[in-house]
């Protein structure tokens, strides 16, 4: 199953459950994919259902964004993170620390803020 759709100038990855070390590997490919295009997006993660990344998860996110830094670069806008739990949102702010991001990028609590930075971005992209 999918875990990653594009609206718009929006790719929203929203895991529906805690994902396991091969689902990870299949979101990173279906993000590869998103980065091999030529029309820019923002990348929103939806993480409220998705519970907290092992170490092995953390490991393999903070690699794809090394392994990814100047395709990210080229055409993501920004990478904003919705999270409710303030352990995952340690968690999240550790691999932004340990593998930051090279464009624009926020934590969120709620969807809505989150797509309306998004649109911002979007709007304001040249």
Avoid at 76 to 104: D, K, N
């Amino acid at each position: 199953m999918s875990h990653v759709q594009r609206k718009g100038g929006v790719v929203w990855a929203a895991p529906q459950w805690r994902l396991s070390d091969p689902e990870i590997d299949e979101l990173l490919a279906e993000l590869e994919g998103h980065l091999a295009g030529a029309t820019p997006y923002v990348l929103l993660f939806d993480l409220t259902r998705a519970g907290t990344p092992n170490a092995l998860q953390r490991r393999k996110l903070a690699m794809h964004m090394r392994k990814n830094t100047s395709r990210i670069r080229r055409t993501v806008r920004g990478v904003g993170v919705i999270v409710q739990s303030s352990v995952a949102r340690g968690i999240i702010t550790a691999i932004f620390w340990i593998a930051p991001p090279p464009v624009p990028h926020r934590l969120f609590t709620a969807r809505a803020e989150a797509t309306e930075w998004a649109d911002s971005l979007i709007q304001s992209a040249p």
